[in-house]
């Protein structure tokens, strides 16, 4: 049997692989261009070919913009001559004339073969109703035996009611007219395909003094099939490449790839959650084999580093107890499985009392040694299963997750009495001071409580204002006593 040659290839014999599937994706690249070229330039053309028509009709239309002379411009010879233009749906003639530097602007709509003037305006209008009217009152005047005048009369008249008539056409033509928008042609484009409607609109300049634009919108249905059929063929070129991908994917994957997924999914998890002996790529002897032994050595320093820390975070470095990075992380916690067990649960909140004056007689040195006998006096005090924390300065907190009924304020009222007994000497004098701490004291008893419907995140810091509020009662009696108050849950807590 012959020997599978995957097995002993290296990572750069891989990275090989993954170049020929780089290439591949360079000659799909290089379809899609070829795409975009062929049909740039088809469009190209057809807007050439656009172009030719309307540079065909430059010349006389510029002659008629420049004399303002709408009359042969609208003639059914040159509308015809329009019509037979078949991909020429729409055309705007736009314009100043020469002579009489006024606006000159004329469309014309291959759906209805109708031609109109788009700068006629109601005043227009009237203002040819009115020349009618006052040559139809000279032509009244003017004796029969003026036969000469009175032809020159009747041929102004019956040109004044065609040129109100046609006039009445425009205005109509214009206000029911909602065509095509111009916004996208541009000095630097001068055309511009709109792919959904398959059209091409185009402009040319005219040739008169006082410039214009020819802009025509064509109809380029047979672009759409063209287009049909240079997707047809990327998409053919595309899905050979993708096949060549994927069969090359396979073969990387086998060696190279999967074994670095693997590692990659070790690399996400938790540093704490990673187990070492479920990296079966340490066992490898090429590069990813290299990587995976780094990986674990990395892992076992940072693992052992975040156990250490933890360890810092958890405990108050001054006086041993548990940090208010502790209190935070267990005591909602606590609370919430004393209520689901059916247990009470008591939260005592305390601080040294005057222990700014102090701080500020004796210095901070004496201060914490202060706070250090006070800690220790408390965890002589309390009980095994009692949490004390130090959440700050000379603050205290001590979490109570079961008790019988009365033990709390005992407990709380014999840590009061250890720490007033401490008899502590500072700055090496012989004289002995006495401390005093003011407690504040929360509980909350677990009978006929409905714990599974409780928010215990507004829960506990509603319980920990209670026990605070406590304190500032102990405070204002006096300080050095215990002052307390039970929780009461309001119904939808």
Known sequence: ??????????????????????????????????????WQLHVKQASQRAEDVLLFHVKHVSLWVSGRNYTTLMLPTHVNELYRHKNLLFLDIKGISDHQSKLFHVRYLRENKDIWREDITLADIEQLQLIKSRFEKLLKLTPESETERRAKLDYIIQKSAIDYNEGLKSLAAKKQFSGFSIESITSESPYYFDEQLNQLHMSVPLENDNAGRLWGVFDVQELASLHQKLLVDLIFEAVLAIFISLVLIVIVTRRLVAPIKNLSKHMREEIENIQIREIKERYRSDEIGELARTFILLVTEIQFQVRDLKQKSNTDALTGLGSRHKYVHQAEPLLKTALLSGRNFALIVCDIDNFKSFNDSYGHTEGDHVIQAVAKAMLDTIGRDDKCYRIGGDEFVILIPDYVKGSHLIKAENIRKAVQHLDLVFNKSTEKHNLSISLGMSFIEAIDLHAEDIDFSSLFSEFFNKADQQLYVAKNRGRNNVSSAKFILRSGK
């Open 1 to 38: 049997m012959k020997r599978s040659f995957l097995p002993v290839l290296t990572i750069n014999q891989m990275l090989v692989v993954s170049h020929i599937v780089l290439v591949v994706m360079i000659i799909l690249g290089m379809s899609i261009s070829r795409f975009n070229y062929e």
